[in-house]
């Protein structure tokens, strides 16, 4: 038994799989267990896990057929949910890796402030280690459903992404990732901080997140972006069927945006045809990015879908600049 669980789902990572292992088992926090769930991985990911698990007792291997992260996550889930002792979980991509204060600030912080989740900042390389202590001036504490209003109000400290989280055992039950779609974290989070009764996020940067253009995340423009939206219609299902009026708006506002963005993206780089569901004009969705969008991201989006129109509009403004500045 052990009172935090490290979910780790892995697939085709070989060659970053000992760093993101190693950095789970130097913590400085000792009560802990590491569940590795190789989803049918081709590569080496299984064997490697194995001699882990040999070396250290701590260390528990599940290996199944492939599914994908969120099948993977699930099954690190049900091993959690089988110890009935163990209280908090965390999730750690495989490509990734974490600081060695990470459980041990998370912990003490959850511990400390009664909170159902604990968020840490992350960075995209290592950093100088802090000195593995809280600072109180250095966390801010959301009460119920108040983290899920400033994420819809563009706080982008607070993410959606599970990794680099400590979320509550009693938080998560009956909750699981939905299988078979990208942006699974969409769903999860948000369920997660919507019945959250305390969110707490840490400004130290203890996760360190690895990119790649070979992930889900860093490739090109791809239809299944769209499962983003499908799990944004299922969130906003939940807010209505809770009568919650002003996150039904926000998210509704923000699915939009969100949209009209994956619309004029998948114009200039997808040959696939957009989901019935989801389509729109690409004059409607610059119109939304126009509202809702900084002017920058809306000029950049303009450029995608009317490259000589903005030519020429370019060279009007430039050759207007010119006549101001003679004057």
Known sequence: MAEISVIVPIYKVEKYIDQCIQSILEQTFSDY????????????????????????????????????ISAARNAGLNRFFCNVDNKYVTFIDSDDWISAYYLEQLY???????????????????????????????????????????????DAQIRVSSWGK???????????FPEGKIHEDQWFSTMAYYFANRTVFLNDKLYFYRLRNDSITGSEFSMKRFDNIELMDWVIRVF?????????????????????????MSKVKSAGRIPSQFRMSKNKALLIVHRYLPKEKFIQYFQMIYPRIYRVYKLLYDIKQKVIFKR
């Open 166 to 176: 400590l979320y509550r055992r009693n938080l998560l039950e009956g909750l699981s």
């Open 108 to 154: 003490t912080t959850a511990i400390m402030t009664d909170a159902d989740i604990v968020s840490c900042d992350y960075s995209s390389k290592q950093l100088v280690e802090n000195n593995g202590k809280t600072n109180s001036d250095n966390i801010r504490i959301f009460s119920g459903k108040n983290a899920l209003i400033e994420r819809y109000n563009g």
């Open 33 to 68: 267990e590491v569940i590795l769930v190789d989803d049918g991985s081709p590569d080496n990911c299984g064997i490697i896990c194995d001699e882990y698990a040999k070396k250290d007792k701590r260390v528990h291997v599940i290996h199944q057929k492939n599914g994908g």
């Open 240 to 264: 209505k069927d809770n009568n919650d009026i002003q996150l039904t708006e926000l998210a509704s506002l923000h699915r939009e945006k969100t949209c009209a963005q994956y619309v004029l």
